[in-house]
C-alpha cells in the first residue's frame, strides 16, 4: 500500500518528525505503520546478534602476562528504550555495535584479569566469564545492547612456560601413578598367568584321571554288554526252537484242516455239478422248443414276403423309370435352350459378322483388283491367300468369348476348327470368283471340276 511500510521481524522501524511520548521518535516492530512523505522520516534499525572477538594481552595479579581470546555474543534489546538508546548511537553506523562491544569487553578482562591469579583464572574460567558481564552489563545497557553469551576460548602464557610449569606436578604426579598402575597391572597379570597354568596342570591331571577312570568303565561296560548279548543270543536260540516246534504242531493241525475242508469242498463241488447239468439240460430244451417256433413264424413271415416283395419292387421300379424319364425329357428341353443360347445364336451372330467383313473385304478387293488389272491372276491369289489365315481367326474370334460346349471331346473340337478353315476358305473362293473370275489367258475349265488351289 503507497506510503506504508514494514519493517522485517528482525528490524525496528524509527519513525522522526511527528509527535511522541518524550522520545525522539517512534519504535514500530512487529507490525506497518504509515510513513507521510516530506513530514515523515523512516529509518530500519537491525535486531540482528551480532558477534565480537577480543583477543587482548593482558597482566595477572602475580605479574604474569596471559594473552586472553573471548567471543560475545550481543544485540540490540527488544525494549523500547533499548532501542532508542541504540537507534541514536548507532543508526547512521550500525557497523559500530560489534567495533564498540569488543572494545568494551577488552577493557573490562583486563581490568579483571588483573585481579585474578594464573591459577584463578585457568580453573575458574566461567567466574571471569561471569565478572566481565556483570562489569560491563550497565554500559551496555546504556547503549541499547545486551549480551547473550561470553565465552573464553583460549589463555596463552605467550610461550613463557608459566602454564606448562603449573601442570608439571600434576603431570609427574599422573605419569607416577601411571607407572604404578602399570606394575600393578603387569604383577597381578603375572600372577594370573601363573594361577593360569596351575590351573592348566591341575586340569591335565584330572583329565588323564577321568581318561582313565572312562576307559576301566568301556571296558566293563564291553564285558557286561558281551555277557548279555550272549544271553540274549542263547534266550533267542531256544525262543526259536520253542517256534519251530509250536509252529511245526499248527502246521500239522492246518495241514489236517485244509484236507478236511478240501474234502468237503469236494463234495459240495460235485453236488453243484450235477445241479449244473439238470439246469443246463432243463434250459436246453426249452431252447430247442423256443428255436423251432420262432423258425416257423420265421418261414411264415419270409413266404408272406417272397409274395409281395416282386410286386412292390415292380411297382418302385416303374416309378423310378417314369420318373427318369420326365427327367430326362426336361434335361434334354434345358440343354436344347442352352445350345441355342450358347451356340446357335452367337453363331448365326458370329456369321453375319464374318458376312460383313466378308463384304468389306470383297470390296477391298474389287478396289485392289481394279488397282492391279495389270497384274497377272497368280499374284491376286497369292495375295488372297495371304489373307486367308486373317480370315479364319476373325471367324475363330467370334467363338472366344462364347460359351460352347463340346459334347464328343477331341473330336467335336476338330470338326469346329474343320468349320472355321471351311469358312474361310468358302470366303475365299467367293472373293476369288467376285474379284473377276480366271485371269485373261487362263483356259476354262470343265463343267463340274474346281479350279485346283495354289500350294
Known amino acids: 500500500m503507497l506510503f506504508y511500510k514494514v519493517p522485517a521481524p528482525n528490524e525496528a522501524m524509527l519513525i522522526s518528525g511527528g509527535k511522541t511520548d518524550g522520545a525522539p521518535f517512534r519504535v514500530v516492530t512487529g507490525h506497518g505503520a504509515f510513513v507521510l512523505p516530506v513530514f515523515r522520516k523512516a529509518e530500519f534499525l537491525t535486531l540482528s546478534m551480532f558477534e565480537a572477538e577480543v583477543s587482548e594481552p593482558c597482566v595477572t595479579k602475580q605479574g604474569?602476562?596471559?594473552?586472553?581470546?573471548?567471543?560475545?555474543?550481543?544485540?540490540?534489546?527488544?525494549?523500547?528504550?533499548?532501542?532508542?538508546?541504540?537507534?541514536?548511537?548507532?543508526?547512521?553506523?550500525?557497523?559500530?555495535?560489534?567495533?564498540?562491544?569488543?572494545?568494551?569487553?577488552?577493557?573490562?578482562?583486563?581490568?579483571?584479569?588483573?585481579?585474578?591469579?594464573?591459577?584463578?583464572?585457568?580453573?575458574?574460567?566461567?567466574?571471569?566469564?561471569?565478572?566481565?558481564?556483570?562489569?560491563?552489563?550497565?554500559?551496555?545497557?546504556?547503549?541499547?545492547?545486551?549480551?547473550?553469551?561470553?565465552?573464553?576460548?583460549?589463555?596463552?602464557?605467550?610461550?613463557?612456560?608459566?602454564?606448562?610449569?603449573?601442570?608439571?606436578?600434576?603431570?609427574?604426579?599422573?605419569?607416577?601413578?601411571?607407572?604404578?598402575?602399570?606394575?600393578?597391572?603387569?604383577?597381578?597379570?603375572?600372577?594370573?598367568?601363573?594361577?593360569?597354568?596351575?590351573?592348566?596342570?591341575?586340569?591335565?591331571?584330572?583329565?588323564?584321571?577321568?581318561?582313565?577312570?572312562?576307559?576301566?568303565?568301556?571296558?566293563?561296560?564291553?564285558?557286561?554288554?558281551?555277557?548279555?548279548?550272549?544271553?540274549?543270543?542263547?534266550?533267542?536260540?531256544?525262543?526259536?526252537?520253542?517256534?519251530?516246534?509250536?509252529?511245526a504242531v499248527a502246521k500239522a493241525g492246518f495241514e489236517a484242516e485244509i484236507q478236511v475242508a478240501n474234502a468237503k469242498a469236494a463234495q459240495t463241488a460235485a453236488q453243484a455239478t450235477q445241479e449244473s447239468v439238470r439246469e443246463q439240460a432243463d434250459y436246453e430244451r426249452q431252447t430247442s422248443v423256443a428255436r423251432a417256433g420262432f423258425e416257423a413264424e420265421t418261414n411264415a413271415a419270409q413266404a408272406k414276403a417272397s409274395q409281395s416283395g416282386p410286386l412292390a419292387a415292380a411297382q418302385a421300379q416303374k416309378d423310378v423309370t417314369d420318373a427318369q424319364a420326365i427327367l430326362a425329357q426336361r434335361q434334354a428341353e434345358l440343354r436344347q435352350a442352352q445350345l441355342v443360347g450358347e451356340v446357335v445364336k452367337p453363331a448365326e451372330a458370329e456369321a453375319e459378322r464374318i458376312r460383313i467383313l466378308a463384304k468389306a473385304d470383297a470390296e477391298k478387293t474389287e478396289i485392289q483388283a481394279a488397282a492391279a488389272a495389270s497384274n497377272n491372276r497368280v499374284s491376286l491369289d497369292q495375295l488372297l491367300i495371304q489373307q486367308l489365315p486373317l480370315i479364319v481367326e476373325k471367324a475363330a474370334a467370334g467363338l472366344s468369348s462364347a460359351?460352347?460346349?463340346?459334347?464328343?471331346?477331341?473330336?467335336?473340337?476338330?470338326?469346329?476348327?474343320?468349320?472355321?478353315?471351311?469358312?474361310?476358305?468358302?470366303?475365299?473362293?467367293?472373293?476369288?470368283?467376285?474379284?473377276?473370275?480366271?485371269?485373261?489367258?487362263?483356259?476354262?475349265?470343265?463343267?463340274g471340276e474346281d479350279r485346283p488351289k495354289p500350294s
Open 403 to 447: 460359351n460352347v460346349t463340346v459334347l464328343n471331346g477331341s473330336d467335336g473340337l476338330s470338326e469346329i476348327v474343320s468349320g472355321l478353315v471351311g469358312q474361310g476358305l468358302a470366303i475365299f473362293d467367293s472373293i476369288r470368283g467376285g474379284v473377276g473370275g480366271v485371269n485373261p489367258g487362263t483356259p476354262a475349265l470343265p463343267a
Open 64 to 247: 604474569i602476562a596471559l594473552n586472553v581470546t573471548a567471543v560475545i555474543a550481543a544485540k540490540v534489546g527488544n525494549d523500547a528504550e533499548s532501542i532508542v538508546n541504540a537507534g541514536q548511537r548507532f543508526l547512521s553506523d550500525q557497523q559500530q555495535m560489534s567495533v564498540l562491544t569488543g572494545r568494551i569487553f577488552a577493557g573490562h578482562l583486563r581490568s579483571i584479569i588483573g585481579s585474578m591469579t594464573v591459577e584463578e583464572i585457568i580453573t575458574e574460567r566461567q567466574k571471569l566469564a561471569t565478572q566481565v558481564l556483570e562489569g560491563s552489563k550497565e554500559e551496555m545497557a546504556r547503549m541499547g545492547l545486551i549480551v547473550d553469551a561470553l565465552q573464553i576460548q583460549s589463555i596463552d602464557d605467550m610461550k613463557l612456560g608459566y602454564v606448562a610449569a603449573m601442570a608439571a606436578p600434576h603431570n609427574a604426579a599422573i605419569q607416577q601413578a601411571a607407572k604404578i598402575a602399570q606394575a600393578a597391572a603387569d604383577q597381578a597379570a603375572a600372577e594370573a598367568e601363573q594361577a593360569g597354568q596351575r590351573k592348566q596342570a591341575e586340569f591335565a591331571r584330572q583329565t588323564t584321571v577321568a581318561q582313565a577312570q572312562f576307559a576301566a568303565e568301556v571296558k566293563a561296560a564291553q564285558a557286561e554288554a558281551d555277557r548279555k548279548a550272549a544271553e540274549a543270543e542263547q534266550e533267542s536260540q531256544r525262543q526259536q526252537a520253542d517256534y519251530q516246534r509250536q509252529t
